[in-house]
Nanobody
Framework: QVQLVESGGGLVQAGGSLRLSCAAS????????MGWFRQAPGKEREFVAA????????YYADSVKGRFTISGDGAKNTVYLQMSSLKTEDTGDYYC???????????????????WGKGTQVTVSS
């Protein structure tokens, strides 16, 4: 069983930056993509960003384009989310996710991902 562990969350003022990290417990299993989702209090979980190790393609929610950057190391099953110009609406629990195998499902939907971390909390104050 692969476990994903996030870190880097915290409290930051609006306009500030944070960097989230996620590492998979298993390096023998090579993931072809990893992503980030978030869930604000009282709201549904939503897609934030994803990266495909094949070609390095990246995908972003419109709400974070130009402010967030996803990167990582596919060989190490590690992904990062650099968040800048944070807004209060970015507050929530951020989850790392990865698919167990290739599927044609969109990178933007949760059903593409089989492995999920427990989340790290991000709070942006005004």
């Amino acid at each position: 069983q692969v476990q994903l562990v996030e870190s880097g969350g915290g409290l930051v003022q609006a306009g500030g930056s944070l960097r989230l990290s996620c590492a998979a417990s298993s390096r023998s299993f090579s993931m072809y993509a990893m992503g980030w989702f978030r869930q604000a209090p009282g709201k549904e979980r939503e897609f934030v960003a994803a990266i495909s190790w094949s070609g390095g393609a990246t995908y972003y929610a419109d709400s974070v384009k130009g402010r967030f950057t996803i990167s990582g190391d596919g060989a190490k099953n590690t992904v990062y989310l650099q968040m800048s110009s944070l807004k209060t609406e970015d507050t929530g629990d951020y989850y790392c996710a990865a698919p167990s195998r290739y599927s044609s499902a969109s990178y933007y939907v949760a059903r593409k991902y089989d492995y999920w971390g427990k989340g790290t909390q991000v709070t942006v104050s005004s």
